[in-house]
T-cell receptor, first 115, second 121 residues
Framework: EDKVVQSPLSLVVHEGDTVTLNCSYE??????LLWYKQEKKAPTFLFML????IEKKSGRLSSILDKKELSSILNITATQTGDSAIYLC???????????????FGTGTRLKVLA | GAVVSQHPSRVICKSGTSVKIECRSL??????MFWYRQFPKQSLMLMAT?????????EQGVEKDKFLINHASLTLSTLTVTSAHPEDSSFYIC?????????????????FGPGTRLTVL
């Protein structure tokens, strides 16, 4: 059965700390891996990763994919209280030939940044 | 990024009534939209994949007669919760895939609507 696992489930840090969130997957027809940030409402898109070893960066956030290890990490440097949220990892499962696809979500990592 | 709207944002209804939720992609066409359900402090659970012009594909355990999905156009999908009961109370989120390519690879970045909080009394 396809699955996406995130760790840790929750994390409490102080402002200024650096955090690394992990996502591992077992998906038959992997196409891409996406990271989202969810605060009080719906998730907002952060990154999409398709190739191993290429870091995607946006401000203090960065992410990289390792297809050999079937995993990805999301790094947040110099954390701020505004980074407090649930970070979701999703893997696109795209069936070969049929064109149909769907996303399998991990359980999320709940990050709390203390002032 | 692409914009997906969802309406209503919040609905409270009596048990036994039906509720329709709309999901629209505002600045792109989406042949595929997804409907998720999220319980408090839990991750998103995929309910069904909505395909424009064809029947929706439901995930195992989701009752298709209870959660009716219609994808009438390339920018609109609707989810109707029929004969709602208190256990259907939840946060329902739709998403639409904005197509793109990376070289020859077809990709789709998924963008979420703001969600609908349904409370069934």
């Amino acid at each position: 059965e396809d699955k996406v696992v995130q760790s840790p489930l929750s994390l409490v840090v102080h402002e200024g700390d650096t955090v690394t969130l992990n996502c591992s997957y077992e998906v038959t027809n992997f196409r891409s891996l996406l990271w989202y940030k969810q605060e009080k409402k719906a998730p907002t898109f952060l990154f999409m990763l398709t190739s191993s070893g290429i870091e995607k960066k946006s401000g203090r956030l960065s992410s990289i994919l390792d297809k050999k290890e079937l995993s990805s990490i999301l790094n947040i440097t110099a954390t701020q209280t505004g980074d407090s949220a649930i970070y979701l990892c999703a893997v696109e499962d795209r069936a070969l030939g049929s064109g149909t696809y769907k996303y399998i979500f991990g359980t999320g990592t709940r990050l709390k940044v203390l002032a | 990024g692409a914009v997906v709207s969802q309406h209503p944002s919040r609905v409270i209804c009596k048990s036994g009534t039906s509720v329709k939720i709309e999901c629209r992609s505002l600045d792109f066409q989406a042949t595929t939209m997804f409907w998720y359900r999220q319980f408090p402090k839990q991750s998103l659970m995929l309910m069904a994949t909505s395909n424009e012009g064809s029947k929706a594909t439901y995930e195992q355990g989701v009752e298709k007669d209870k959660f009716l999905i219609n994808h009438a156009s390339l920018t609109l999908s609707t989810l109707t919760v029929t004969s709602a009961h208190p256990e259907d109370s939840s946060f329902y989120i739709c998403s639409a895939g904005q197509p793109g390519t990376s070289g020859r690879v077809f990709l789709s970045t998924q963008y979420f609507g703001p969600g609908t909080r349904l409370t069934v009394l």
